[in-house]
T-cell receptor, first 112, second 111 residues
Framework: GAGVSQSPSNKVTEKGKDVELRCDPI?????LYWYRQRLGQGLEFLIY????????KSGLPSDRFSAERTGESVSTLTIQRTQQEDSAVYLC??????????FGPGTRLLVL | QKEVEQNSGPLSVPEGAIASLNCTYS??????FFWYRQYSGKSPELIMS????GDKEDGRFTAQLNKASQYVSLLIRDSQPSDSATYLC???????????FGTGTRLKVLA
């Protein structure tokens, strides 16, 4: 079946603008995760969803970051008032609990 | 102490040799272990998963898990230049529902 998809694949925005990143998980996967990866760095956990609730938002860097998920389907990560340090690849992954996480191709965000 | 530790490398091996990648973790309650490969500019892709002590083989790849010593390793036999990538170790603990990733080991296979 289809894998995890993310859109847009690339996003260039100006400092101060809001951006919305979308993730479409593998059908049937109850868990959905967002990560950030800066150039040359490891994966930074942002938030995970269990169904449409987010029990752990501890990784969100600031209150400019928020995320929501509709049922066990699409999730959006919103970054308000973007800053240059937000430039990174944002990766989404989905899984059944404890099982393999499958990653989407990522959204490359560049804040000018 | 980091929750999941990996040597950042680079680990350089000649083509055809065995590459050995190691990972240690701190949470004894961890139950699922994964190795991902990440090529530059790409997202991580699963290489192996392992859930119980011992070895698990898949083609040229062997994952080894030792829960008593809290380490998991990945062996790549007959290494190829196309294996050159960063290898990420990930550990899942059911109590947290989180996958904790190491920072990755960069592998270079020299032709």
């Amino acid at each position: 079946g289809a894998g995890v998809s993310q859109s847009p694949s690339n996003k260039v925005t100006e400092k101060g603008k809001d951006v919305e990143l979308r993730c479409d998980p593998i059908s049937g996967h109850t868990a959905l995760y967002w990560y950030r990866q800066r150039l040359g760095q490891g994966l930074e956990f942002l938030i995970y969803f269990q169904g449409n609730s987010a029990p752990d938002k501890s990784g969100l860097p600031s209150d400019r970051f928020s995320a929501e998920r509709t049922g066990e389907s699409v999730s959006t990560l919103t970054i308000q008032r973007t800053q240059q340090e937000d430039s990174a690849v944002y990766l989404c992954a989905s899984s059944s609990y404890g099982e393999t996480q499958y990653f989407g191709p990522g959204t490359r965000l560049l804040v000018l | 102490q980091k929750e999941v530790e990996q040597n950042s490398g680079p680990l350089s091996v000649p083509e055809g040799a065995i590459a050995s990648l190691n990972c240690t973790y701190s949470d004894r309650g961890s139950q699922s272990f994964f190795w991902y490969r990440q090529y530059s500019g790409k997202s991580p892709e699963l290489i192996m998963s392992i859930y119980s002590n011992g070895d698990k083989e898949d083609g040229r790849f062997t994952a080894q898990l030792n829960k008593a010593s809290q380490y998991v390793s990945l062996l790549i036999r007959d290494s190829q230049p196309s294996d050159s990538a960063t290898y990420l170790c990930a550990v899942y603990t059911s109590g947290t529902y989180k996958y904790i990733f190491g920072t990755g080991t960069r592998l270079k296979v020299l032709a």
